[in-house]
């Protein structure tokens, strides 16, 4: 068995045969070999790093992303056939806040639907959440702070509890990993969270999914936040009127639970073939409905219309979605607030 070199700091790294016999793998791996190609690339883009003449700093920054994203993505891994929400909010709620209990009450809910929950695994409103969820539905996405961020009883030592330097990539896990969005109340940070989530999803950077904003019966917070969107992005033409359709704002954890139900009434998911935008489905439209969709959605296509449609050969690498009905179009990707709309329409014929 090679044996592994320590370094000078302790850290157990590959010898420099075992590292060589793995290179030789991958460059020999066939050219049909999706995987092994993509390694190829990171391993070229690596020697490259070198090539540049980086300061420390730079190869820091980039060691510390390579290996936090490969741990999470590994955490995650065993989970990818569940679905998943991300719950944000602030960590300074306390115990006796109607916001809190809103959040225990709302994780239970989702959790019965058959999702699990992600949070940022520390106190507050992440605490209230996986209190509801419980310890074997719940991951941890913390971050490293000087004070506030240590997790929560719940779920630390969970092997569900990953650790994160840097906010992009732990914020990266949060969007990647979710099926649905929820924020509470929460400080600069969940603001922060909240309009990168709003800002992929009008973007069309993620694929469409629900986001609710909850708040307590009395609870103002979402409230006001939305009089500043409408008088102060809206009112100045910053964002578009269809943009306000990609969150809701409730006040129950029925709610919050009915609006991630109700999207996906019908939809499952997308996936862009060339042009083509597929929309898988639960079940399928009749000729009557789709022919309709011209009328209602034709500034989402670029030419033609909308058809139904069985799976398309490029999908074969995800042989357990192949049986649903598509709902197929030329998109011209100008509006994902609209694409939204058509979603929601969908699900509620």
Not at 137 to 162: C, H, R, W, Y
Not at 238 to 263: G, N, Q, R, W
Not at 303 to 322: A, C, R, V, Y
Request: aromatic share 8%; net charge negative.
């Amino acid at each position: 068995m090679p044996v592994k070199a320590t370094t000078s700091r302790s850290r157990t790294v590959l010898s420099n045969d075992e590292m060589m016999r793995q290179v030789r793998t991958i460059l020999e791996s066939p050219e049909d070999d999706l995987q092994a190609g993509l390694v190829k690339e990171l391993l070229s883009g690596v020697l490259r790093l070198h090539d540049s003449h980086l300061e420390a700093l730079d190869l820091k920054i980039v060691n510390r992303t390579i290996k936090e994203l490969r741990h999470a993505f590994r955490v995650f891994h065993d989970y990818r056939d569940r679905r998943k929400i991300s719950i944000f909010g602030s960590a300074r709620t306390a115990n006796d806040d109607p916001n809190y209990g809103l959040a225990v009450e709302f994780a239970k809910r989702i959790v019965r639907e058959g999702f699990m929950v992600i949070t940022g695994g520390a106190d507050g409103i992440m605490r209230a959440a996986q209190e509801g969820a419980g310890r074997e539905n719940s991951f941890g996405v913390n971050i490293m702070l000087p004070f506030e961020q240590g997790p929560n009883a719940t779920i630390a030592d969970d092997p569900k509890l990953v650790t994160f330097k840097y906010f992009f990539t732990r914020k990266l896990i949060f969007q990647k990993e979710a099926n649905a969005i929820a924020l509470f109340p929460g400080g600069f940070g969940t603001h922060d969270e909240g309009f990168e989530i709003l800002t992929l999803a009008q973007t069309g950077k993620s694929d469409p999914q629900p986001i609710v904003c909850l708040q307590a019966p009395g609870c103002d917070y979402w409230d006001e936040w939305q009089g500043f969107i409408t008088r102060q992005l809206l009112s100045r033409q910053l964002i578009s009127p269809e943009d306000l359709c990609l969150y809701k704002i409730v006040t129950s954890a029925e709610a919050a639970v009915e609006e991630i139900k109700t999207f996906y009434r019908r939809f499952h998911s997308i996936r862009y073939v060339g042009r083509q935008l597929v929309i898988r489905m639960s079940s399928p439209l009749s000729q009557e409905q789709v022919e309709a969709l011209h009328d209602q959605f034709g500034d989402l296509l670029s030419e033609g219309t909308f058809e139904s449609h069985g799976h398309l050969p490029e999908e074969l690498d995800e042989p357990e979605l192949t049986g649903l009905p598509r709902l197929m179009f030329m998109s011209n990707r100008k509006s994902a607030s609209r694409l939204r709309q058509l979603i929601n329409h969908l699900n509620h014929l």
